[in-house]
């Protein structure tokens, strides 16, 4: 009996921070940009494959698009191509959060200084 409650707590904690970080997501992506939709995973690698990505240390794992920062951006759970924001789900923001992480690794040659980036546009 005990095990059980323990087991629906944890549930209950559990969809709760499933939906408060699926707010924090989409009021992020929100505040940043006047166009937004809803995407998925699939559609977030096929729109980041077509930027040309680089990043600074200052702001670790946040990318920016050399020219049009700030439409194109990956940063503070903003997910921005383009000026358009794209909320993801939980788990899809997860997978993101993985795939940038995994990006950077394979690619240091990208890392420039954040003030550069800036100043590209």
């Keep these: 009996m005990i095990a059980l409650s323990i087991g629906i707590v944890f549930l209950i904690v559990f969809i709760v921070y499933v939906l408060m970080m699926q707010s924090i997501n989409a009021d992020m992506t929100m505040s940043a940009s006047d166009k937004f ?16 990505w680089s990043y600074s240390k200052a702001h670790k794992y946040s990318l920016f698009c050399d020219g049009s920062y700030p439409e194109t951006q990956l940063h503070a759970g903003i997910v921005m191509f383009n000026g358009v924001g794209m909320t993801l789900n939980t788990f899809d923001n997860l997978r993101k959060s993985i795939f940038i992480y995994r990006f950077l690794k394979l690619n240091p040659e990208k890392e420039v200084r954040f003030n550069d980036i800036v100043k590209s546009k």
């Excluded at 939709?37 to 040309?52: A, L, P, T």
């Design 37 to 52: 939709g809803r995407g998925s995973f699939s559609d977030f690698k096929r729109e980041f494959q077509k930027v040309e």
